[in-house]
């Protein structure tokens, strides 16, 4: 795996055990933070930077008790491998927990921007959640590579019955990418120094397997 990050010395590990196999992912390190990845647990930060009223959200819980927040790279492949833990917990606490997607591309990844500009073009359109799933979906046959995938990225706004016109509107509109950047500064200011980094009720978690992500979710429930 071929990285031009910088790489973290704390390893967030979540173990998959799906088909008998075992996932581990750790914090993928930008040049565009103060320092590295996505760092240990520790106290509550700023509600309202952490999310946002136009924030993204993946699913919402009725009684707004329980809040995970996720700062994401497509192009990250930490953020792949815990794609389906999140996916899982989605399922799992359906109308319990309420989800939500922020933006943060590592300056690195060629194709990170790009791809965050695609699925925000998509989000105005009503269809983030078939594009997030479609960008990690397909990240082996675009992620790492030096040259624009955003035709790619058109085709699948293409596949997913999306207006092109508007599509090819809103990647062009400057406003698209700084809505990206937008929640990039956010991550900056609250700390995110990589990813994937997950915020539990306000609180920076480092959650070291599924099971411990469950039981952080439940103590937060039964609160």
């Known amino acids: 795996m071929k ?3 910088l790489v973290s010395g704390v ?14 992912f750790a914090p993928d390190r930008g040049s565009g933070g103060p320092g590295g990845g996505g760092g240990g647990g520790g106290g509550a930060v700023d509600a309202a930077t952490l999310v946002r009223e136009n924030s993204h959200r993946l699913q919402t819980a009725a009684d707004g008790k329980v809040t995970v ?20 917990l989605r399922a799992k606490y359906e ?9 943060f591309p590592i300056p690195s990844h060629q194709n990170s921007m790009n791809a965050a500009v695609a699925v925000e073009a998509a989000a105005q359109q009503g269809k ?3 594009m997030y799933k479609k960008m990690y979906d397909t990240q082996a046959q675009w992620g790492e590579q030096q040259e624009s995938r955003a035709p790619l990225f058109r085709q699948f706004a293409q596949e ?7 599509y090819d509107k809103a990647v ?6 700084k809505r990206v950047e937008a929640d990039r500064n956010d991550g900056v200011a609250l700390g995110v120094q990589g990813t994937p980094t997950f915020f539990l009720n306000g609180t920076m978690i480092q959650p070291q397997s599924v099971q411990d992500f469950e039981a952080k979710i439940d103590a937060a429930l039964a609160k």
């Open 3 to 5: 990285r031009n990050v």
């Open 11 to 24: 390893i967030v590990a979540l173990f998959v055990g799906v088909i008998g196999a075992v996932l581990a």
């Open 69 to 88: 927040v996720e700062f994401l790279d497509f192009e990250c492949e930490a953020c792949r491998a815990a794609y389906p833990v999140v996916e899982d």
């Open 95 to 103: 109308g319990k927990v309420t989800f939500v997607l922020r933006y």
């Open 128 to 130: 983030l959640e078939p």
């Open 160 to 166: 997913l019955g999306l207006d092109l016109a508007a």
């Open 172 to 177: 062009a509109d400057p406003a698209t990418q």
